[in-house]
């Protein structure tokens, strides 16, 4: 069964700690994608990669980074966790080449992270 | 610009009733859209996808949507609610020439015994 995995469930982080969340695909995607999720307000692209090495930000890359060394992992990384950035963050990968965006994602579970 | 918009933030049906999630999109070419279900502390599933061809589409667990170009509309359906259904459900819609999929704020489904 292909999968996303998201390397943590649960999260408790300290303001102004760096914090690394890991995403792995195992079905030789090329292109992922990291969101965050908040009631009301749906999912919201932070920032998302169409190859290895290769990113681009989404609607609110602010406070984010990301980096992708590896074809099957993508990670997001908040340099200075604030409060604000409590969320549900979910994680997805799609398939093809160029541009073509018809497939849909395949999500992994999510990790929700509180920031105190 | 693309945007989703879904009509009612929670819908609740009786078990065995209809189920319709109303989804209406803007899109200025050519869309694809999709329907996802989360259930509770789990990731998007997809359901259903339209990209071109026959308008009506089927999905997994007895769902189905249809594309109405002219309505800009992409509403879910189920004939018959089952307790199981009872999860979020996004539709989503992205276009040709774009990586970027925009998701709906979500409507909760209820489904009472």
């Known amino acids: 069964d292909v999968k996303v995995t998201q390397s943590s469930r649960y999260l408790v982080k300290r303001t102004g700690e760096k914090v690394f969340l890991e995403c792995v695909q195992d079905?030789?995607?090329?292109?992922m994608f990291w969101y965050r999720q908040d009631p009301g307000l749906g999912l919201r692209l932070i920032y998302f990669?169409?190859?290895?090495?290769?990113?681009e930000k989404g609607d609110i890359p602010e406070g984010y980074s990301v980096s992708r060394e590896k074809k099957e992992r993508f990670s997001l990384i908040l340099e200075s966790a604030s409060t604000n950035q409590t969320s549900m963050y979910l994680c997805?990968?799609?398939?093809?080449?160029?541009?073509?965006?018809?497939?849909?994602?395949?999500f992994g579970s999510g990790t929700r992270l509180t920031v105190v | 610009a693309q945007s989703v918009t879904q009509l009612g933030s929670h819908v609740s049906v009786s078990e065995g009733a209809l189920v319709l999630l109303r989804c209406n999109y803007s899109s200025s070419v050519p869309p694809y859209l999709f329907w996802y279900v989360q259930y509770p502390n789990q990731g998007l599933q997809l359901l259903l996808k339209?990209?071109?061809?026959?308008?009506l589409v089927k999905g997994i667990n007895g769902f189905e949507a249809e594309f109405k170009k002219s309505e800009t509309s992409f509403h879910l359906t189920k004939p018959s609610a089952h307790m199981s259904d009872a999860a979020e459900y996004f539709c989503?819609?992205?276009?040709?020439?774009?990586?970027?999929?925009?998701f709906g704020a979500g409507t909760r489904l209820f489904v009472k015994a």
């Open positions: 079905m030789d995607h090329e292109n």
């Open positions: 990669s169409y190859d290895v090495k290769m990113k």
């Open positions: 997805a990968s799609s398939p093809g080449t160029g541009r073509f965006s018809g497939y849909g994602y395949t």
């Open positions: 339209y990209t071109t061809g026959a308008t």
């Open positions: 989503a819609v992205s276009q040709t020439g774009g990586f970027k999929t925009i």
